[in-house]
């Protein structure tokens, strides 16, 4: 999309608006037709000479929205389908390797099939009498979510190890899958597997903030990341810009906090306690 509009009152704004004030509209514009959340993104293309970048907007329309003439779906080859048998999830963080999150120009396809999404293993092997027979990572859980967001719906439990077997989540998976729209004040304080779609990014102070809305207002969540978090996810998720996080969905094992303003925060902070799966461009 070229145009969005601002969900307050409507308000018309192109690309070249946003760009030349991103503070206004970060977080604050829609899809014209279909009212989805919209977000700016900055896409390569490909080009005669090779592969530029260009700004538009994305969003998660409703199916068969007429705005929606660029598509902005996962390319990481996880699709999602759940097997047949539910299966209970153990997830051993300690054991866990970080999933490479890819942000390459689609020419480059050299250094993208070395980076087999699919063979990355990163949950532990439960064998013999476990009670978790299968195990699979944040990332798997998020790609189950994005295809059907009640998947925790069928009676699956959930454990989550950290540091020399410490708990950090022990039960009914259901009662631990916070979507970032759900949040109410009674999850305070709670360790749970927060998750959802990353509308954009804004960087204060050293301090990344990952914004579900906009980040000014006191009822849309926000994850947390110091400056120290910041570095060790672009490394580990190999990201070169944060500012292509826009779009994204993220899952994130943390407690929640609230900010001295009332809103709604969640603080990153290992790598491994969160994972992205993002959307790109694909025509
Ligand atoms: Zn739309």
């Known amino acids: 999309m070229d145009v969005s509009e601002t969900i307050a009152d409507g308000k018309r704004c192109t690309i070249e608006m946003y760009e030349r004030d991103p503070e206004e509209y970060r977080g604050r514009i829609q899809c014209v037709e279909c009212k989805k959340k919209a977000w700016h993104n900055r896409a390569y293309i490909l080009v005669k000479s090779g592969s530029e970048r260009v700004a538009c907007f994305g969003a998660r329309h409703v199916e068969g929205c007429e705005a929606s003439t660029v598509k902005h ?3 990481d080859g996880l699709d999602g389908e759940e097997p047949e048998q539910s299966h209970d999830i153990y997830i051993d963080l300690d054991k866990a390797k970080i999933q490479s999150y890819l942000v390459s120009p689609p020419s480059d396809k050299k250094e993208r099939s070395q980076t087999n999404w699919g063979n990355t ?3 532990i092997e439960i064998g013999g009498n476990s009670l978790f027979p299968a195990s699979k990572s944040l990332r798997k859980i998020l790609s189950y979510l994005d295809r059907n967001e009640n998947f925790g719906d069928k009676g699956q439990t959930i454990k989550i190890v950290k540091d020399s077997g410490i708990t950090l989540i022990d039960g009914q998976l259901k009662d631990y899958l916070v979507k970032f729209e759900d949040i109410k004040r009674e999850h305070l304080g709670k360790q749970k597997i927060f998750w959802g779609t990353i509308n954009n ?3 204060k102070d050293g301090t990344l903030w990952i914004n579900y ?3 000014r207002n006191t009822y849309e969540p926000s994850i947390k990341c110091d400056e120290e978090f910041k570095f060790d996810l672009m490394k580990n998720f190999n990201v ?15 407690r929640l906090g609230y900010s001295t303003r009332g809103k709604p ?6 790598t491994k306690y969160m994972s992205f799966r993002k959307r790109e461009r694909v025509n």
């Open 201 to 203: 990014v804004n960087i």
């Open 240 to 254: 070169s810009d944060v500012m292509d996080l826009g779009g994204s969905d993220v899952i994130i094992v943390s």
């Open 265 to 270: 925060l969640i603080h990153a902070t290992f």
């Open 213 to 215: 809305g906009d980040n």
């Open 121 to 123: 293993k990163s949950v």
């Open 73 to 75: 779906e996962f390319t």
